[in-house]
């Protein structure tokens, strides 16, 4: 049986598609516009053509595999979602401290990029856990939904768990996650102990944001290319590149 694989890389200006029969060593090529407004649509466009082109079976895509630079533009552009933080209370400007490192060391009037939670929407919450993972003080639940209420009301669709320590023991981030589900299921939620499980709170807390800054983009755009994959006659997962070079499901994606 041949082994049909469909690679698709969205750039800015150009959709470029590959299209491989490793059976009959067939490779063939195709380009499209990219749609900004909604890079599925050049996607659909471009793989039914170069399906019909070479007279390909939908059905008989094995693979398919997507690369894109949604994720980095919607963060460069700051395009992203209404994005909200909750933390271990007195770490609540982690955020703009950083590493107290300096892009130019001699430049006295550097501006530093804003960061992508601005400080109104960063909540405290009381809890604490040590670098052992052991619980020094509880999670004050009533404080996780009176936070979790105040950014509903300001407008906020995405929300960053962060908590001190949470690597070695999430159980506070996992709580407070189930507590804010049941009162807000509209919420898309990123722990820190999901996203990067690692010591160093500057850069857990950056990478936890992120991800929770570009997930409801990500999540309506992938969920929109599947179905429309599948009403091509694609039954094939869909893939998504990475910027290691590996491949990962548009489950782990979203």
Request: proline residues 5%; aromatic residues 6%.
């Amino acid at each position: 049986m041949s082994v049909i694989s469909l690679g698709v890389d969205v750039g800015g200006t150009f959709t470029d598609f590959v299209l491989l029969d490793e059976a009959q060593q067939r490779l063939r090529i195709g380009k499209r516009l990219t749609t900004p407004h909604d890079p599925s649509e050049a996607i659909i466009a471009g793989t039914a053509h170069l399906l019909a082109e070479s007279q390909t079976d939908p059905g008989a895509v094995r693979r398919v595999v997507h690369g894109t630079t949604l994720v980095a533009n919607t963060i460069i552009e700051r395009k992203g979602a209404a994005t909200g933080l909750l933390t271990t209370k007195g770490f609540r400007d982690t955020l703009e401290i950083g590493r107290e490192l300096r892009y130019d060391l001699y430049d006295l009037f550097i501006e530093r990029p804003e960061p992508l939670v601005p400080r109104y929407l960063r909540y405290e919450v009381d809890e604490r856990v040590d670098q052992e993972g052991a619980v020094l003080r509880p999670l004050d639940e009533a404080q996780v939904l009176a936070a979790a209420d105040a950014l509903v009301a300001e407008g906020v669709q995405a929300l960053a768990i962060c908590f001190l320590h949470a690597y070695r023991n999430p159980a506070h981030e996992r709580r407070t996650r189930d507590l804010i589900v049941a009162r807000h299921p509209q919420l898309v939620l990123s722990l820190s102990s999901d996203v990067a499980p690692e010591i160093r709170e500057y850069e857990r807390t950056t990478t936890t944001v992120a991800n929770a800054y570009v997930r409801p983009l990500m999540m309506r755009y992938l969920g929109r290319l599947e179905q429309q994959l599948q009403r091509l006659g694609m039954a094939a997962p869909l893939h998504m590149m990475l910027s290691s070079g590996g491949v990962t499901t548009a489950d782990v994606g979203r």
